[in-house]
């Protein structure tokens, strides 16, 4: 009897908790979209009555005054709603603010629960052994690489003088590609070119001197 007393009271209990955060929120912000039109409505009202005022101000003053009684109150009840407004916006922010770090707490939580559950089943002195393990490893088949290529690279020998010879022709390269790059031209003769009536003259003088020369020759 006393185990189904505890029963019930236990559901009772929950039945009495009080509203998630969310559901909080959401009602905050019914409460001030609720208020936010009571202002519309008042402010409304205020206008009304300051016109009627307005209106008589000289015809009738104690139905103008009337009107600013009123108005008065109007603006009372207006200046409560503010207030009111400003510590629900201070309250939903506030708990706007806690379900954020809520789900960012949940969300490191997860990830550190994670990050252990991945780590579990490593060991650091074992992870050392292992990088140990593949380093000798790669030692190991670059000495096996080096003995394979030592032997079969046997006997040749490089002569230095090809190198140097074949040093010198890349440099003399080099050197024409400078020259065709910066646009040098070979220089040019300075001594004026004979023109073709020269040229014409100074083979025919030839021939006639090679002509006396045979004659000089036949007549001796």
Same mark, same amino acid.
């Given at each position: 009897?006393?185990?189904?007393?505890?029963?019930? $009271?236990?559901?009772?209990?929950?039945?009495?908790? $009080?509203?998630?955060? $969310?559901?909080?929120?959401?009602?905050?912000?019914?409460?001030?979209?609720?208020?936010?039109?009571?202002?519309?409505?008042?402010?409304?009202?205020? =206008?009304?009555?300051?016109?009627?005022?307005?209106?008589?101000?000289?015809?009738?003053?104690?139905?103008?005054?009337?009107?600013?009684?009123?108005?008065?109150?109007?603006?009372?009840?207006?200046?409560?709603?503010?207030?009111?407004?400003?510590?629900?916006?201070?309250?939903r922010e506030a708990l706007e603010s806690a379900s954020t770090?809520?789900?960012?707490?949940?969300t490191m939580g997860m990830a550190a629960k994670s990050l252990?559950?991945?780590?579990?089943?490593?060991?650091?002195?074992?992870?050392?052994?292992?990088?140990?393990?593949?380093?000798? =490893? =790669?030692?190991?088949?670059?000495?096996?690489?080096?003995?394979?290529?030592?032997?079969?690279?046997?006997?040749?020998?490089?002569?230095?003088?090809?190198?140097?010879?074949?040093?010198?022709?890349?440099?003399?390269?080099?050197?024409?590609? =400078?020259?065709?790059?910066? $646009?040098?031209?070979?220089?040019?003769?300075?001594?004026?070119?004979?023109?073709?009536?020269?040229?014409?003259?100074?083979?025919?003088?030839?021939?006639?001197?090679?002509?006396?020369?045979?004659?000089?020759?036949?007549?001796?």
């Amino acid at each position: 009897m006393s185990i189904f007393k505890k029963k019930l $009271g236990h559901k009772k209990k929950d039945k009495h908790e $009080g509203p998630t955060t $969310g559901e909080a929120i959401h009602k905050l912000r019914d409460t001030e979209e609720l208020l936010v039109k009571k202002q519309e409505y008042l402010e409304s009202k205020i =206008q009304k009555e300051l016109a009627t005022a307005k209106q008589n101000a000289t015809k009738n003053k104690r139905v103008a005054m009337q009107a600013l009684k009123r108005k008065k109150k109007y603006e009372q009840q207006l200046q409560q709603i503010d207030g009111t407004l400003s510590t629900l916006e201070f309250q939903r922010e506030a708990l706007e603010s806690a379900s954020t770090n809520t789900s960012v707490l949940q969300t490191m939580g997860m990830a550190a629960k994670s990050l252990k559950a991945a780590h579990q089943h490593m060991d650091v002195d074992k992870v050392h052994d292992m990088m140990d393990d593949i380093a000798e =490893q =790669q030692d190991l088949a670059k000495e096996i690489t080096e003995a394979i290529s030592g032997g079969l690279a046997f006997g040749n020998d490089v002569d230095e003088d090809d190198l140097l010879a074949e040093l010198e022709e890349l440099e003399q390269e080099n050197l024409d590609e =400078q020259l065709l790059d910066t $646009g040098a031209l070979p220089s040019v003769p300075t001594a004026a070119l004979p023109s073709r009536a020269e040229a014409g003259r100074n083979k025919k003088d030839k021939e006639r001197d090679q002509d006396f020369a045979e004659l000089e020759a036949w007549a001796s």
